[in-house]
């Protein structure tokens, strides 16, 4: 199976609702995707958003990256010697991340059709199925309850608030939704590196006094700030997640070496595709320490990639998959079927992506 051309498209899709975090909003999921084709008639279907303030990839350096080096590295070369194509894709221009993430999930969807397997099961198969949490938009308190409630009322038991613009205003933010939906739902907090080392050490041990409950802090501080991370790891009750703060197997290794958080979140786009979490997976087995996986704001595709991974692995414990259901349309065909909280995978080889309404 030889790769003779990459295409480069576009999807627009709505939110049902404004994504709010601590460091954006958005209106609409707006992905690159990209079309591998073979000399076989497969193809190979991948994804990525510009998510400039994440991982500083915009959609033109995305485009620029692919159409002035990826394809000119890897057109050409056979599904085959899949190692040989990683190694090119990574190493053929610095950085990119989803970029080469975009790639990196488009060539694993021809592995699998290549080889007649559901991706998963080339993997690793650990399951088929995954139950995902929802994510609650940072907003006032009140408004947040009433969207926990919603949240609720479609059969989550785990929501992600997004905290991290104001650590007073997060506690009011999380009392309120606490008291709205009570006890029996799992509830998690995203700060977004919103919060200094001390203020977050600060505002944590008031809802481990108030009771709160909350499972897990995800990237309480800057991401750079590894010292800040350790720190509040060490000085908290409540679980600390490491998101922005791991891109490469290396930064894994560094969060893994110093236990400077409990867990780690694997995201393909920073991850730049498969062929590296799979690394942060292996790194995080060695250390006995469990992951999670989670998105942007992606569509389906990259997404369902992230789905065939997390059933591949038992490391991936925490699943946090909900950008499709965030969309108020769906323009891909075949791939992961996403029925609010729960995601399941189809036996169709690759990602069971059959086309795209573009």
Known sequence: MKITDIKIKRISVPLRTPFKTALRTVHSVEDVIVEIHTDTGNIGFGEAPP????????????????????????????????????????????????????????????????????????????RSEIVTDITISVNDPEEMAKDSLDAISRGYGTLKIKVGKDSARDMERMKAIRRAVGYDVNLRIDANQGWKPKEAVNVLRKMEDAGLQIEFVEQPVSAHDIDGLKFVTDNVSTLVLADESVFSPMDALNILQRRAADFVNIKLM???????????????????????????????????????????KSIITKIDLDGPVLCSEDPVNGGAVFNESKIILTDTPGLGIKSINY
Request: hydrophobic share 45%; net charge negative.
């Open 51 to 126: 998510t400039g303030v994440i991982t500083g990839d915009t959609t033109g350096a995305i485009i620029g990256a692919i159409e002035d080096h990826i394809k000119k590295a890897i057109v050409g070369m056979q599904i085959e010697n899949f190692e040989d194509l990683m190694l090119k894709l990574q190493n053929c221009v610095l950085k990119n991340t989803s970029a080469k993430a975009a790639v990196d999930i488009a060539l694993y969807d021809l592995y699998g059709q290549l080889y007649g397997a559901p991706l998963y099961k080339l993997l690793g198969g650990h």
């Open 270 to 312: 920073k991850t730049g595709g498969i062929y590296n979490a799979l690394k942060i997976c292996s790194l995080a087995e060695m250390y006995g320490v469990e992951c999670m996986i989670g998105c942007m704001l992606e569509a389906k595709v990259s997404v369902t990639a992230a789905v065939h991974l997390a059933c591949a």
